[in-house]
Nanobody
């Protein structure tokens, strides 16, 4: 069974940092690109970042570029998102996501809440 389990969310003040993790099981993480997606209250999902299977190519939404860093440890089957200089507008539920070939389909985790507030 494919599972993606996010952790690391919490409440931090503006300007603070958080590191999110996504533990993958049921498939080989190293074979797939992985993404982080977030959803703020009352809004639709927003793509945040993507990393290729090898971990050497990354992409970021303009809204987080220069503040967030995506990374992965394929030996630990884990994806990360380091978030610095957090802003109130970063408040959202953050999900890791991927599209698999075997088993085929789009997979999301249950999400982790990130709240930025003073």
């Amino acid at each position: 069974e494919v599972q993606l389990v996010e952790s690391g969310g919490g409440l931090v003040q503006p300007g603070g940092s958080l590191r999110l993790s996504c533990a993958a099981s049921g498939f080989t993480l190293g074979g797939y690109d992985m993404s982080w997606v977030r959803q703020a209250p009352g809004k639709g999902p927003e793509w945040v970042s993507r990393i290729n299977s090898g971990g050497d190519i990354t992409y970021y939404a303009d809204s987080v570029k220069g503040r967030f860093t995506i990374s992965r440890d394929n030996t630990k089957n884990t994806l990360y998102l380091q978030m610095n200089s957090l802003k109130v507008e970063d408040t959202a539920v953050y999900y890791c996501a991927t599209v698999l070939i075997a088993p085929p389909g789009k997979y999301w985790g249950q999400g982790t809440q990130v709240t930025i507030s003073s």
